[in-house]
T-cell receptor, first 117, second 109 residues
Framework: SAVISQKPSRDICQRGTSLTIQCQVD?????MFWYRQQPGQSLTLIAT?????????ESGFVIDKFPISRPNLTFSTLTVSNMSPEDSSIYLC??????????????FGQGTRLTVV | GIQVEQSPPDLILQEGANSTLRCNFS?????LQWFHQNPWGQLINLFY???GTKQNGRLSATTVATERYSLLYISSSQTTDSGVYFC???????????FGTGTRLQVTL
């Protein structure tokens, strides 16, 4: 398994400002994933963060809005920039752990509940 | 991309009742998992179950990969079982998880 510490756990922010979410893992991992969960919805992948390279963003998400850092193999940050009320969501980081062969299991941080006012 | 439908979307149970949640995939999936999202938003791993059947206490899960569906059974439900249940899987060699639509469960006294 994996122990993932994510902070802050929640925040209320003014529109137009930015928030940086931190994610710390208890072991080295190749990839870290950032998801967004809008109110009442399922989870959607924002981007995949590899150490030493640019993050890979999913369709509909751009680096200017969601810059990601991955300075080492146990840590990543996601910034939500120039926030608007539509950014109010739960943001979750995730890692995968191998289960043999190409099989992997995902584990998640506690999530960051963001409200933009 | 792959579609993942869960049913029912909402479920209200009286404490002690049993229930079955279903997850249907539009294509073959790997690394199928079930999660419980508690009221605080945290995702708890329930099962890693790409095929076969597993049991953990009052919960069990069955995946029939050839027919592209998975079932989660909750027996003798408790109020602490309330929350949203998600299934998710990966496709091909991709690592990213595709999540289902979720089942929101409320267990009442």
């Amino acid at each position: 398994s994996a122990v993932i510490s994510q902070k802050p756990s929640r925040d209320i922010c003014q529109r137009g400002t930015s928030l940086t979410i931190q994610c710390q893992v208890d072991s080295q991992v190749t990839m870290m994933f950032w998801y967004r969960q809008q109110p009442g919805q399922s989870l959607t992948l924002i981007a995949t963060a590899n150490q030493g390279s640019e993050a890979t963003y999913e369709s509909g998400f751009v680096i200017d809005k969601f810059p990601i850092s991955r300075p080492n193999l146990t840590f990543s940050t996601l910034t939500v920039s120039n926030m608007s009320p539509e950014d109010s969501s739960i943001y979750l980081c995730s890692v995968e752990k191998g289960r043999g062969g190409f099989d992997t299991e995902a584990f998640f941080g506690q999530g960051t509940r963001l409200t933009v006012v | 991309g792959i579609q993942v439908e869960q049913s029912p979307p909402d479920l209200i149970l009286q404490e002690g009742a049993n229930s079955t949640l279903r997850c249907n995939f539009s294509d073959s999936v790997n690394n199928l998992q079930w999660f419980h999202q508690n009221p605080w938003g945290q995702l708890i791993n329930l099962f890693y179950i790409p095929s076969g059947t597993k049991q953990n206490g009052r919960l069990s899960a069955t995946t029939v990969a050839t027919e592209r569906y998975s079932l989660l059974y909750i027996s003798s439900s408790q109020t602490t079982d309330s929350g949203v249940y998600f299934c998710a899987g990966t496709t091909g060699t991709a690592s990213k998880l595709t999540f289902g639509t979720g089942t929101r469960l409320q267990v009442t006294l």
